[in-house]
């Protein structure tokens, strides 16, 4: 028989997944107890995970590929239209929680090859390594594989089986201590240019592989201390 689950709820509008009679699976949002089929990207599963005071909706769904593999894709829906949210160049991703306060969503993201899943956190549409975007300390040799709650500025997240609640950087956060400042906009001005091949670019701001005026109009607009 169909199943249906719910996973979360706001302002009237309950969130989550709808059996098909083919046994595949779709994301739905139920308003006054009717059902809308939200997210269905033509693979065997999906579902809807976490609703926002706006009514922005995260999820994963999973689509087939060229070889016939069902993969998934992080997803947002909001009023109507749907987004596949980014990935580390690969093809397995989910989205768990959007934060009503800062609009970030928080999941899981898979590497490229045999590096396997990190704990991803999305900001303005762009993915970030959730281990490489936190102001609290982690315990050495901690690897976060997925998050799975956001709220108030903080992340729920998973790493070597036990749970944390972490604070993400600030997107323009070059130096990663908290804050967006005088040192990040020293650091982004000496970084300026192409991002080098290997290592990381924490200047380049909106990913695009060179730290530029978009990056220092970023900074600017981000900037949280005195």
């Known amino acids: 028989s169909p199943c249906h689950e719910a996973f979360a709820f706001a302002d009237g509008v309950t969130v989550g997944n709808a059996s098909l009679s083919s046994g595949r699976s779709v994301a739905v949002r139920w308003i006054d ?15 809807a995970y976490s609703i926002d005071s706006n ?9 087939v590929n060229e070889n016939g593999f069902n993969v998934s894709n992080a ?17 397995w ?19 490229p090859g045999p590096g396997g899943a990190r704990a991803g956190i999305w900001i303005d549409d762009v ?12 315990p050495e040799g901690t690897l976060l594989s997925n ?13 070597n089986q036990r749970a944390y609640r972490l604070v993400p950087v600030p997107t323009a956060d070059v130096d990663g201590d908290g804050t967006v400042g005088v040192t990040d906009l020293v650091a982004l001005i000496t970084s ?33 201390t005195p």
């Open 33 to 47: 107890g009717a059902p809308e089929v939200i997210a269905d990207l033509g693979g065997n599963f999906a579902a």
């Open 55 to 63: 009514g922005t909706i995260v999820g994963r769904a999973f689509s």
């Open 75 to 91: 997803f947002r829906w909001d009023d109507g239209e749907l987004t596949v949210l980014p990935s580390f160049n690969s093809t």
């Open 93 to 111: 991703t989910g989205a768990y929680a959007i934060d009503d306060s800062t609009g970030y969503i928080v999941g899981y993201a898979n590497l």
């Open 127 to 138: 993915v970030y390594d959730l281990n490489e975007r936190i102001v609290t300390g982690l």
């Open 147 to 159: 998050a799975r709650g956001a709220a108030g500025g903080y992340i729920a997240a998973l790493g």
């Open 192 to 224: 300026w240019g192409p991002c080098p091949v290997d290592g990381p670019c924490w200047a380049d701001v909106d990913e695009n592989g060179s730290v530029d005026v978009t990056d220092l109009v970023t900074l600017i607009t981000s900037w949280s």
